[in-house]
């Protein structure tokens, strides 16, 4: 059974942190990248970072570049991707997904946990 686990989502203050977990299990996602994505009320997904399955190559969107650190491990058949966010803002409120595909489609990545909620308070 394909499964996508997310964990670590809460209420934070402005300025605190987060650690986002997703463990990845059902399928060999040591072949895919590994992605974190949010929805912000009112707002469409977007993808906030994702990491290759080298586990070298990542990316950042703007709005989380220098605040944001993704990794990735792989242990008894799961893939643990994790995003430490720091300096957190009321605007990275929102849904946030852990999904896993294509490094260069994140577009379409095809397989999708059930996201974990992340609330900012100023």
């Known amino acids: 059974q394909i499964r996508l686990l997310e964990s670590g989502g809460g209420l934070v203050q402005s300025g605190g942190s987060l650690r986002l977990s997703c463990a990845a299990s059902?399928?060999?996602?040591?072949?895919?990248?590994m992605g974190w994505f949010r929805q912000a009320p009112g707002k469409e997904r977007e993808l906030v970072s994702q990491?290759?399955?080298?586990?070298?190559?990542?990316?950042?969107a703007d709005s989380v570049k220098g605040r944001s650190t993704i990794s990735r491990s792989f242990a008894e058949g799961t893939v643990t991707t994790i995003l430490q966010m720091n300096s957190l803002k009321p605007e990275d409120t929102g849904v946030y997904y852990c999904?896993?595909?294509?490094?260069?489609?994140?577009?379409?990545?095809?397989?999708w946990g059930q996201g974990t909620q992340v609330t900012v308070s100023a």
């Open positions: 999904a896993a595909g294509d490094w260069y489609r994140p577009d379409q990545f095809k397989y």
């Open positions: 990491i290759h399955y080298n586990g070298n190559d990542t990316y950042y």
């Open positions: 059902g399928r060999t996602f040591s072949n895919y990248a």
